[in-house]
C-alpha cells in the first residue's frame, strides 16, 4: 500500500539553490520521516518529525508538518551537487510500519 | 548508525527457479524487520512484516507462497521468491526496527542495500 503522494515528481536545480519537495499523506500517523535514495541503492534516514511537532532541522535540512492538512515539506538549503537522489517521504504508525509516498527525484546542476 | 547487509546485491535466475535473498543486521539484533519491493523509478510498496520466531505478517496483495519469509534468528530474516517469473523481477530492499526503537522517540529504519532479481 502506498499513503500518499509527493511533488514535484521530478525537480532539477542548480547548486547553491534551495530544494523544496512536498508530501501528503492520508490516515493518521505517529511520525513522518525522509529518506534519500541514490539510484539502485538502499535508503538512508535524512530525518524524522514526530507527530506533535511542528517543524525540525537539521544541518542543511528542514522538515515541516502540518497534521492538519496532512502534509510535511523537505527543505535543503544551499544544494550541492552531492545531494542528487531520490527522496521518500514515509509515515510511520506505532509498530514503526513505514509506508512511503511517491518519491521526488532531484537533480542539482553543478 | 546499525548496519543492515543484504545478500546478493543482485542475481539473475531463470523463470521458474527459487531465489533466497537474505537481510542480516550485522550490530544489532533486529526482532521485526520489513520487506520492500521496489518497481523502476517508483516508490517502495511493503511487501511483509517478517517477526523473530513467528509468522511473517502480508500485507493486502502479497502472495505467502509466493514470497516466503523466515526470521528464524534475531539477526537474519530471508525472503524466498518461488517459482519466480519475469514479472518477479525487481528490486527488493529489506529493513530493521531501530535497535533503541522507542527510546526517546527513536524511530529509525535501517535499510539494506537492496537486491535486484532479474528473472528470464
Known amino acids: 500500500s502506498q499513503q500518499g503522494e509527493e511533488d514535484p515528481q521530478a525537480l532539477s536545480i542548480q547548486e547553491g539553490e534551495n530544494a523544496t519537495m512536498n508530501c501528503s499523506y492520508k490516515?493518521?500517523?505517529?511520525?513522518l520521516q525522509w529518506y534519500r535514495q541514490n539510484s539502485g541503492r538502499g535508503l538512508v534516514h535524512l530525518i524524522l518529525i514526530r507527530s506533535n511537532e511542528r517543524e525540525k532541522h537539521s544541518g542543511r535540512l528542514r522538515v515541516t508538518l502540518d497534521t492538519s492538512k496532512k502534509s510535511s515539506s523537505l527543505l535543503i538549503t544551499a544544494s550541492r551537487a552531492a545531494d542528487t537522489a531520490s527522496y521518500f517521504c514515509?509515515?510511520?504508525?506505532?509498530?514503526?510500519?513505514?509506508?512511503f509516498g511517491t518519491g521526488t527525484l532531484l537533480a542539482v546542476q553543478p | 548508525g546499525a548496519v543492515v547487509s543484504q545478500h546478493p546485491s543482485w542475481v539473475i535466475c531463470k523463470s521458474g527457479t527459487s531465489v533466497k535473498i537474505e537481510c542480516r543486521s550485522l550490530d544489532f539484533q533486529a526482532t521485526t524487520m520489513f520487506w520492500y519491493r521496489q518497481f523502476p523509478k517508483q516508490s517502495l510498496m511493503l511487501m511483509a512484516t517478517s517477526n523473530e520466531g513467528s509468522k511473517a505478517t502480508y500485507e493486502q496483495g502479497v502472495e505467502k507462497d509466493k514470497f516466503l519469509i523466515n526470521h528464524a534468528s534475531l539477526t537474519l530474516s530471508t525472503l524466498t521468491v518461488t517459482s519466480a517469473h519475469p514479472e518477479d523481477s525487481s528490486f527488493y530492499i529489506c529493513?530493521?526496527?531501530?535497535?533503541?526503537w522507542g527510546q526517546g522517540g527513536r524511530r529509525e529504519a535501517f535499510f539494506g542495500q537492496g537486491t535486484r532479481l532479474t528473472v528470464v
Open positions: 529493513s530493521a526496527r531501530d535497535p533503541m
Open positions: 490516515t493518521s500517523i505517529n511520525n
Open positions: 514515509a509515515t510511520g504508525d506505532a509498530t514503526n510500519k513505514l509506508i
